[in-house]
Structure formats: structure tokens, C-alpha cells
Nanobody, 117 residues
Framework: QVQLVESGGGLVQPGGSLRLSCAAS????????MAWYRQGPAKQRDMVAS???????VYVDSVKGRFTIWRDNITSTVNLEMNSLKPEDTAVYYC???????????WGQGTQVTISS
């Protein structure tokens, strides 16, 4: 059974920081590209950052220089460090796993991030 379990969301003031973590089980983690998506109120789910099995990263323009994604293939975790947070970063953040060879896709349950003073 594949599980992606996110943690680390919460309420923070503008300019603050949060770190999200996603623990994967039931997959060969190194065979999967990992990504963080977010879905704001009344918006579609969009990719925020992704990382290949070898560590190559891609960021959406709105978070470049503020967010950092990294993975640990030993502990099967992917993390998202979010700095200089803005109200428009408010969303439910989802962890995603995409099989490099299998093309299987899995999602976590999501974690709420709220930026507000």
C-alpha cells in the first residue's frame, strides 16, 4: 500500500517560514520523481516544485528564490522549505510521487498552509 504522508503545515505571518515534509512508503522511492503541488481557494492544483530521482529541481516562477525542495532517498522523504511567505502562498499543499519508469502517480492527503497576520 502506497502512502504519502505530509506534515509541517500551519499558520504563519507574512515573511515567515515553514518546512513541509512528506514521508513515502510502499514505493521504491529512488524510482520516483517527487513534487509539491498546491491548491488555493477556488483555484486549480498547480505544481510548486519538483525534484527528479537524481536531484534535478524545477520551481514555479512565483516561488523561485523563496522555496527549496530536496529529497532524502535513504529515509524516503521529500521536503519543501518555504521562506519569505506571502498571503498568496496560502493553499493546501500536496505531495506527489511520479514513477519515472512506471508512470504511476500517487498523492498525499494534503496539508494546509495559511499565511496571515
Amino acid at each position: 500500500q502506497v502512502q504519502l504522508v505530509e506534515s509541517g503545515g500551519g499558520l504563519v505571518q507574512p515573511g515567515g517560514s515553514l518546512r513541509l515534509s512528506c514521508a513515502a512508503s510502499g514505493i521504491i522511492f529512488s524510482d520516483y520523481a517527487m513534487a509539491w503541488y498546491r491548491q488555493g481557494p477556488a483555484k486549480q492544483r498547480d505544481m510548486v516544485a519538483s525534484i527528479t530521482s537524481h536531484g534535478g529541481t524545477v520551481y514555479v516562477d512565483s516561488v523561485k528564490g523563496r522555496f527549496t525542495i530536496w529529497r532524502d532517498n535513504i529515509t524516503s522523504t521529500v521536503n519543501l522549505e518555504m521562506n519569505s511567505l506571502k498571503p498568496e502562498d496560502t493553499a493546501v499543499y500536496y505531495c506527489n510521487a511520479y514513477g519515472t519508469w512506471s508512470h504511476n502517480t500517487y498523492w498525499g492527503q494534503g496539508t494546509q498552509v495559511t499565511i496571515s497576520s
